[in-house]
């Protein structure tokens, strides 16, 4: 018996969806919001909102986009890197060591 994933759309955030696999996102239409969007694994969005609600002090967190936080949440939770391997450079996006 395998294990079930949650993903959450980041258009209309209250949508979920199940399945059994393990992948950092899906692209499917939501059945909320009708738009074909990204729907991301919980566990990222878990850790993308707790950073929005007390953003980690070793990166300029609010100058980042979106897309950029969403990389950073994926990162920490689906692989062994921590924030140390993060460098926001001024004028691009953050870098994994």
């Given at each position: 018996m395998s294990r079930t994933r949650t993903y959450r759309c980041l258009n209309c955030l209250e949508h979920t969806a199940s399945r059994e696999f393990d992948t950092s996102h899906l692209s499917v239409t939501c059945p909320n919001c009708d738009s074909?969007?990204?729907?991301?694994?919980?566990?990222?969005?878990r850790q993308f909102r707790a950073f929005e609600e007390s953003p980690p002090v070793e990166l300029d967190w609010e100058r980042l986009e979106r897309t950029e936080k969403l990389f950073i949440s994926e990162r920490l939770v689906r692989s062994t890197k921590t924030l140390d391997d993060f460098d926001?450079?001024?004028?691009d996006a953050p870098i994994g060591e």
């Amino acid at each position: 018996m395998s294990r079930t994933r949650t993903y959450r759309c980041l258009n209309c955030l209250e949508h979920t969806a199940s399945r059994e696999f393990d992948t950092s996102h899906l692209s499917v239409t939501c059945p909320n919001c009708d738009s074909f969007e990204r729907f991301v694994n919980e566990a990222v969005f878990r850790q993308f909102r707790a950073f929005e609600e007390s953003p980690p002090v070793e990166l300029d967190w609010e100058r980042l986009e979106r897309t950029e936080k969403l990389f950073i949440s994926e990162r920490l939770v689906r692989s062994t890197k921590t924030l140390d391997d993060f460098d926001v450079v001024e004028g691009d996006a953050p870098i994994g060591e």
